[in-house]
């Protein structure tokens, strides 16, 4: 199966940036889409963004686009999330997921396998 280890979380100002990293093994990850999600204290499960087995294709939520980037090395079996800008708002925790196919949903039961999460808070 595949195994996914978020690291990168952190206490960070308004405005600050983070990187999260998400390190995936398997040897059927490079086939793999990769999605970003949060969870706020009290809220469900919310998409961030995700990108398709190749990287070439990238899909953000509204409320992180142009903020957030996602990138991954297939070679390294890692995916990350660059995050500028932050706002109090992002305060979640973040969590790196696999769908068992080479593109992308926004749908977080669409993913089969999970990370453990990785704690963002962003203070005012």
């Known amino acids: 199966q595949v195994l996914l280890v978020e690291s990168g979380g952190g206490l960070v100002q308004a405005g600050g940036s983070l990187r999260l990293s998400c390190a995936a093994s398997?040897?059927?990850?490079?086939?793999?889409?990769m999605g970003w999600f949060r969870q706020a204290p009290g809220k469900g499960r919310e998409f961030v963004g995700a990108?398709?087995?190749?990287?070439?294709?990238?899909y953000y939520a509204d409320s992180v686009k142009g903020r957030f980037t996602i990138s991954r090395d297939n070679a390294k079996n890692t995916v990350d999330l660059q995050m500028n800008s932050l706002n109090p708002e992002d305060t979640a925790v973040y969590y790196c997921?696999?769908?068992?196919?080479?593109?992308?949903?926004?749908?977080?039961?669409?993913?089969?396998?999970w990370g453990q999460g990785t704690q963002v808070t962003v203070s005012s």
């Open positions: 997921a696999v769908r068992a196919w080479r593109f992308p949903s926004t749908a977080a039961n669409e993913y089969a396998y």
């Open positions: 990108i398709s087995w190749s990287g070439s294709s990238t």
């Open positions: 398997g040897r059927t990850f490079s086939s793999y889409a």
